[in-house]
């Protein structure tokens, strides 16, 4: 009932950038929350950056000051600008968003994920 597009990721040296892009579509009254999330091999999924409604932001440690989460709207879309990019950020990255359908009912979905690799 909500797809999650991804774009964005790909192969770049260490100190790069790169900034990647989630579009939500579907049955949608509402986003109350986007993020992001990344998931290295052999360890479990961690939150990147989440952005609320309001512009309120969360970010985890290892990532302030490098990274800045922001989002659009009326188009229902969240960035994750990455600067100073490091060996240890390489991940695959998967957008999140949680709020309501036309309906009212809560959703909750993922985006399939995209590949960012930091070669040192």
């Known amino acids: 009932q909500v797809q999650l597009v991804e774009s964005g990721g790909g192969l770049v040296q260490a100190g790069g950038s790169l900034r990647l892009s989630c579009a939500a579509s579907g049955s949608i009254f509402s986003i109350n929350a986007m993020g992001w999330y990344r998931q290295a091999p052999g360890k479990q999924r961690e939150l990147v950056a989440a952005?609320?409604?309001?512009?309120?932001?969360n970010y985890a440690d290892s990532v302030k000051g490098r990274f800045t989460i922001s989002r659009d709207n009326a188009k229902n879309t969240v960035y994750l600008q990455m600067n100073s990019l490091k060996p240890e950020d390489t991940a695959v990255y998967y957008c999140?968003?949680?709020?309501?359908?036309?309906?009212?009912?809560?959703?909750?979905?993922w985006g399939q994920g995209t590949q960012v690799t930091v070669s040192s």
């Open positions: 952005i609320t409604s309001g512009g309120s932001t």
């Open positions: 999140n968003a949680r709020g309501l359908l036309l309906h009212r009912s809560p959703f909750g979905s």
